[in-house]
């Protein structure tokens, strides 16, 4: 059996949960016999010489009215050892008259023995777990050497040789890490055999590691997983792709999938590394740094809405007279003259290339800040 974690705060849970079905005293005790949960506070840490003879005997004792004047600690009721695996770890007792408590105390007993089994499997499980981060934690850093990390990827029955890619999964508005049980079931959802891992990475966020995929196949597949997650999870989910890069460079893949990641949550719900080309520049520079750029370039017409979406519709439509004067619904000459206000107040020429590209940047900046305040 895995070593008990925890065990007194689980035999706590269990009273609780007991106390919520019967109208009785309930105490548990550890394989000593030394109370370490009980309805009745004042008890606890309390020596139970019937709880320790009911261990020993690893079978049920009914305390007498006799028995509770003979021994330590001892009231009438019933005692019942809780055994798991077969190995008793404590001892449930019932306090009451035994005639009226042990037809119900063997259904209390198999509930505790399931109960505590349960909570056990769930705290191994996310022991499991969390060793598992710790694995690719040093895995993705570079921390272990070759041998070393396939040896420790046998551990968790992995052949970390066959693992190329990483995606990074960012859940917003949640306040609480995945549980392992949502985890499996993610994993369920994205690969039927199990083959993929998947592990936390902070709050609201997961890794999935697998092999590598053909584009097309990965862009379904990530697809319909996502819009079973959405649904599991009730929540929004945004998707960063990194590139295969073969098990021994998988940093690199973490990378790009984190930065795509980035990018997924400012500008639509997945993105692939290798898609993006001004996003690389554009979410690289610090807001200090964009906020110099407009300062040096399009300050002047930030506070004239009118010549700010004339700008945008202009770059939008590639530079077109023709497809902007439709686009803002107005003449032809009246755009000229906008365009010349902007070269005035800019010291920016719209025919020089050079030039333009300063506009471009400086308008996608401006574009970027107002989409994060929730502007247009």
């Known amino acids: 059996m895995q070593p008990l974690f925890q065990t007194d705060q689980i035999f706590k849970s269990l009273v609780r949960e007991i106390n919520q079905l019967i109208n009785e005293d309930v105490i548990i005790t550890d394989e000593n016999?030394?109370?370490?949960?009980?309805?009745?506070?004042a008890r606890v840490n309390e020596f139970h010489e019937g709880a320790y003879l009911a261990m020993k005997k690893r079978e049920k004792m009914i305390m007498t009215k006799e028995l509770s004047e003979q021994l330590k600690g001892v009231r009438k009721g019933i005692v019942l050892p809780v055994i798991i695996?077969?190995?008793?770890?404590?001892?449930?007792?019932?306090?009451?008259?035994?005639?009226?408590?042990e037809p119900y105390a063997r259904i209390v007993q198999k509930m505790s023995e399931l109960f505590i089994k349960g909570t056990i499997d769930q705290m191994t499980q996310e022991k499991m777990a969390r060793n598992l981060e710790l694995f690719v934690f040093d895995w993705i850093h570079g921390n272990v050497s070759r041998d070393v990390l396939i040896e420790r990827g046998e551990f968790f029955n992995l052949d970390v040789v066959k693992y190329s890619q990483v995606i990074s999964l960012h859940i917003p508005f949640t306040t609480n890490d995945l549980s392992y049980k949502e985890i499996i079931s993610l994993r369920t959802q994205w690969d039927q055999k199990g083959d993929a891992i998947f592990v936390r990475w902070g709050q609201g966020k997961l890794l999935i590691i697998d092999k590598e995929y053909k584009r097309n196949a990965l862009s379904k597949k990530i697809n319909v997983f996502l819009e079973n997650a959405m649904e599991r999870l009730d929540n929004e989910v945004y998707v960063g792709v990194g590139q295969p890069s073969g098990y021994e460079a998988l940093s690199s893949s973490f990378e790009q999938a984190e930065r795509a990641?980035?990018?997924?949550?400012?500008?639509?719900r997945i993105v692939f590394e290798e898609e993006l080309r001004f996003e690389m520049v554009q979410y690289e520079l610090n807001d200090q740094t964009k906020e110099k750029f407009v300062e040096r370039t399009i300050a002047p017409l930030l506070d004239d809405e009118t010549i700010l979406l004339t700008l945008n519709s202009w770059l939008e439509n590639d530079m077109s007279i023709q497809k902007t004067a439709e686009d803002l619904h107005i003449h032809k000459n009246t755009l000229y003259y906008r365009l010349e206000k902007i070269e005035n107040l800019t010291d920016l020429n719209v025919s020089r290339m050079e030039h333009v590209v300063l506009l471009?940047?400086?308008?996608?900046f401006i574009r970027e800040d107002l989409s994060n305040k929730g502007g247009r």
């Open 33 to 41: 016999g030394v109370i370490v949960a009980s309805t009745e506070l």
């Open 85 to 101: 695996e077969d190995k008793p770890i404590g001892v449930l007792g019932i306090t009451g008259d035994p005639i009226k408590v």
């Open 261 to 268: 990641c980035l990018i997924a949550k400012k500008e639509k």
């Open 360 to 364: 471009y940047l400086a308008n996608r």
